[in-house]
Structures are given as structure tokens and as C-alpha cells.
């Protein structure tokens, strides 16, 4: 429960940091905070482990780092600040359906019945949420 | 997408029995590195903006990372069926801190409050068939 009060209030925070600073300097700001708080608990517990890693392990993390936040979270920040937290928080939580497509194709993972179902609700949820008036 | 891109890559990353925070700590790294430029040129020109600017988004990344930590802890303890959905109605409570606290900004009706409802259950359906 903690943890979810917690992400609650990431947007929460950006829609007031980002009304007065560009998106640019608000995703920096929000990573160097996030990895003193991360490296707090991961450098003391996992360094050897950091150390250890593949190159090809830390390919796939430069990838990760990529995708997640070079591109996730600036778009993230993005829409929080041109189209709201309430219309772009619920448009971000539907990561998970991205996630089960890419695990359909690159993974071939084929979605269940209860997936699909779930997509539906999503899809439905998110019209609702795109069609209202501004 | 990009987070759900991303998803998938952590996870085949912890099949590898990589350690979570591990791998959250290198990937904030690498983003900084791929985010140095563009965020310091960025910087350079918001460098009036007034602080709290700065104290915000500061927080927003605190609470972030220490809802990612809490949550690979939670993980250890208990199982994900009971983890996923709780972390996963986060979008109803950003939703409602808005409503309480940003009225001003941004006007949160019933078909909003609906539309995250059915968005926020979906995703906790999904998550829980594919545990």
C-alpha cells in the first residue's frame, strides 16, 4: 500500500514541477533524486553483484535505461503536463497491454482468456477517458 | 509502449536471476547518460525557475524510486497476486490527489473517475492471469 501511495504521487508531483520548468529539466531533476534514493538500497546490497555483469547484461540495462526512462518517463512527464494527471495516468497504466503484445511477439507468449477480457476493459476505460471534453 | 517495452526487458532480465534493484539502479544510470544533454541544456535555461520547481520533480523521483524499492521488498515477502493489484490501483490514487488538491488546474469528473476505474481493474486482470 505503501508503494502504491508512493507512485500516486510521482504525477501528482510533476504536474506541479512542470508548471514551471521544462519537461527536459524535470525528467533529469526526478532521475538523480530517484538514484540517490535506488543507490541507497542497491549499491549497499548488490555492488559485487553491479561489478559482475555481463557485457551483454549491461547492453540489455543500456537498453532498459533507454526505453524506460530516456523515452517512458519523457513522454510520461510529457503528457502529464499538456493533457493532465487524470487523463494521462490511467493512459500510462496501460502499460501492462503493451507489455503482453510485446511478449506476444517477441516472446510468443499468447494472451489468455483473461487478458484479452482485461484488454477490453482497458480499451474501454481509455475511450472513456480520451473522449471526454476538455 | 515504452513502458511496456520496458517490462519486458526487466523481466528477462530477472530470469536471469539478476537482482532487481540492481538492475533498477544501472538503468537510472544509463538513462542520466542518455538524458545529460539534452536535460543540462534544459537546465541551463530553466536556472530561474523558482525552487520548488526543483523540490517537486525532486520528489516525484524520490517517491518513484522508493515505490520501486518498497515494492522488490514487498516482493520478497509476499506473493505477487497480492502485490500487483494494490501497486497497480496507483492511478486511482493520483487521480483522487488531484481532485482533493489541484481543482484549480484540472477538473476530475464521473466519466474520468469511470474511465481509471475500468482502466486500473483491466490492468489488475491482466497482471493476475499472467502470474
Known sequence: MVAAIGFGFVPFFARLGLMYIRVNTGVLISMLAGLGVIGVFAVPLHIDDMLGFSAVTFCWILILGFVNYRMGRFFNYTSVRLIGVGRATPLVATSPIWASLAALVFLHEVPSLATLIGVGVVVGGVGLIVSERS | ?131
Open chain 2, 1 to 131: 509502449m515504452s513502458y511496456g517495452c520496458s517490462q519486458v526487458i526487466g523481466r528477462g532480465l530477472i530470469v536471469l536471476s539478476l537482482p532487481p534493484l540492481a538492475i533498477s539502479f544501472l538503468s537510472v544510470v544509463a538513462g542520466i547518460g542518455f538524458f545529460s544533454v539534452s536535460g543540462l541544456q534544459s537546465l541551463k535555461l530553466d536556472r530561474k525557475a523558482p525552487y520548488k520547481a526543483f523540490i517537486f520533480m525532486a520528489l516525484a523521483g524520490a517517491c518513484g524510486s522508493a515505490a520501486s524499492a518498497i515494492t522488490f521488498i514487498a516482493l520478497k515477502s509476499a506473493p505477487v497476486a497480492t502485490i500487483s493489484p494494490v501497486v497497480g490501483a496507483s492511478p486511482l490514487i493520483s487521480v483522487l490527489l488531484v481532485h482533493c488538491f489541484l481543482k484549480r488546474f484540472e477538473r476530475v469528473t464521473f466519466r474520468l473517475w469511470v474511465g481509471a476505474i475500468m482502466v486500473v481493474a483491466g490492468v489488475i486482470l491482466i497482471t493476475l492471469s499472467n502470474i
